[in-house]
């Protein structure tokens, strides 16, 4: 069952940074959050993982608060290719899967 | 890296007939997983192999999906028969392990279209 919270749609101009939300207030200290997109007729792609210290990776940067209550995906300049929808998924100890909300759909305005 | 192959891509049939999908996981990873994705929905787990054993199939509706991958490198998935709700993409990943960090790489999928 859905453990995170994420808007359903967000807009961003292109060559403009996007922070993407994402509340999961039920978080154990054992789970791992993770982000993956889909873009248009495509699979999932995975975009970033964390723990408890923010990360960094070529293509995006994960803030996680200090509590683990929530978590933001930082798109640090958008293009039109980053048009996509945004899931936020925590992994939990002896789960197999990842459970896939809805997500968040970003529009990339150009 | 060449990343998971699916085929078909695209797949049309009518209600009561049978569709098998193929998937080829990333050379090395143990685990592979298909999912279902209905329009306008998440990927919703319908299996998960770990090389050629089933680790879950608690979503997967056993009247009439079934699932194999015996030499724990590729694996298909069937459909028989179908029902006009089977309407979906139907994703295939694979990871090399299970653990929290391991991510899943997934295939484009096949859309299935039942008439």
């Given amino acids: 069952d859905a453990k995170t919270t994420q808007p359903n749609s967000m807009e961003s101009n292109e060559e403009e940074p996007v922070h993407l939300p994402c509340n999961h207030s039920t978080i154990s200290g054992t789970d791992y959050i993770h982000w993956y997109r889909q873009l248009p007729s495509q699979g999932p792609e995975y975009v970033i993982h964390g723990l408890t210290s923010n990360v960094n990776n070529r293509m995006a940067s ?7 209550k929530s978590s933001t995906l930082i798109l640090h300049r958008a293009t039109l290719r980053d048009a996509a929808v945004y899931y936020c998924i925590l992994r939990e100890t002896g789960a197999n899967n990842l ?12 | 890296e060449a990343g998971v192959a699916q085929s078909p891509r695209y797949k049309i049939i009518e209600k009561r007939q049978s569709v098998a999908f193929w998937c080829n996981p990333i050379s090395g990873h143990a685990t592979l997983y298909w999912y279902q994705q209905i329009l306008g929905q998440g990927p919703k787990l319908l299996i998960q192999f770990q090389n050629n054993g089933v680790v879950d199939d608690s ?6 999906f079934s699932a194999e991958r015996l030499k724990g490198v590729d694996s298909t ?4 028969p179908a029902k006009l709700e089977d309407s979906a993409v139907y994703l295939c990943a694979s990871s090399l392990g299970t653990g929290l960090r391991q991510p899943q790489h997934f295939g484009d ?3 299935l279209s039942i008439l």
């Fill in chain 2, 59 to 64: 979503q997967l509706p056993k009247d009439r």
């Fill in chain 2, 109 to 111: 999928g096949t859309r």
């Fill in chain 2, 77 to 80: 998935l069937k459909i028989q």
């Fill in chain 1, 62 to 68: 994960l803030a996680i608060a200090e509590d683990r």
């Fill in chain 1, 99 to 110: 459970f896939f909300g809805t997500g968040t759909r970003l529009t990339v305005i150009p």
